[in-house]
């Protein structure tokens, strides 16, 4: 694999970077993961209006232009043969000696993006239905920002696999927030789609925006409100919603069959509009 770091494209095996990074030691760093479908970038500007606003909100700077970015994304996708599967974007504070307060503006951020390919279309967890279980947020307070800081979403990710499901959904307050690495929603037995509001609670996926645009479209009912997991329990279909996933079905929450226990018409129709949308 050809991957690039601050300036080069490189073989992955030659490919450093510096152990002081503040990505490495304070997870200072933000990242965008942008899904590639046929050899396309899918919502691309999207993922860059959301990166201004992460850099925004840790007073990081931008380290190129937009087009700059979007030119090695495509570098990459070509130089890999990528069809499908994604681009992984980081950009970290930088390497300094190890200090808690940031360094000084001369210091260049750490920028890094690799593709890696991955089954969007053809994805078996999107046949079968995916199976959750509830398990608390513990992560900070700060969900909207997208950070490398992935240590709580990766611990509930574990021990879902441990109890034999597919991924968690963090529970705050007794509501839903996300899953471990996508947006989750219920639909009702009235046949509404119910997904958390944006705030800090949760990352405002790039793939939720242009779901809820279909499900608009195709004039279902959505509630953009906070939902409890008893509620998710007694929804007709349940769904999360990434870049990677794009929108995948959930057919057991806690070992409990949602709705008939396979997966549901509204998730697949979203699904299928959402492909043909982005082709
Ligand atoms: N994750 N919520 C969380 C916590 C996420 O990490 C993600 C994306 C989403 C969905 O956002 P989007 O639709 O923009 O991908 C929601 C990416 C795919 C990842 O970490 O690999």
Not at 77 to 98: F, P, W
Not at 169 to 197: F, K, L, P, Q
Request: hydrophobic share 40%; net charge negative.
């Amino acid at each position: 694999r050809t991957v690039y770091v601050n300036g080069n494209f490189l073989p992955e095996e030659e490919a450093t970077v510096s152990v002081f990074d503040r990505g490495f030691l304070f997870a200072d760093a933000i990242y965008e993961v942008t899904s590639v479908l046929d050899g396309k970038l899918i919502d691309f500007s999207g993922h860059m209006t959301r990166l201004h606003r992460s850099l925004d909100a840790l007073g990081m700077a931008m380290p190129m232009k937009d087009a700059d970015l979007l030119a090695i994304h495509r570098e990459l996708v070509s130089r890999n043969a990528l069809s499908e599967g994604l681009v992984y974007l980081q950009i970290s504070r930088g390497a300094e000696d190890r200090d808690f307060a940031f360094p000084g503006p001369d210091v260049p951020p750490t920028v890094v993006l690799f593709t890696q390919e991955k089954q969007i279309i053809e994805s078996a967890l999107v046949k079968r239905g995916q199976k959750v279980i509830t398990t608390d947020d513990l992560r900070w307070r700060r969900c909207d920002i997208k950070t490398v800081q992935l240590l709580w979403a990766s611990i509930v990710k574990n021990e879902a696999k441990a109890k034999g499901a597919d991924d968690a959904w963090m529970v705050r307050d007794g509501y839903v927030t996300e899953g471990s690495s996508n947006n989750a929603y219920i639909v009702t037995t009235d046949g509404t789609i119910v997904t958390r509001d944006i705030s800090n609670d949760i990352l405002a996926g790039i793939t939720r925006t242009a779901v809820l645009k279909c499900a608009a479209e195709i004039g279902v009912t959505v509630e953009e409100r906070a939902f409890t997991v008893a509620e998710a329990k007694a929804a007709r279909e349940a769904f999360s919603t990434s870049a990677t996933g794009f929108v995948t079905p959930v057919i057991a929450i806690d070992g409990e069959p949602v709705g008939d226990g396979k997966p549901g018409p509204v998730a697949a129709r979203l699904r299928e509009i959402y492909i043909e949308m982005s082709r």
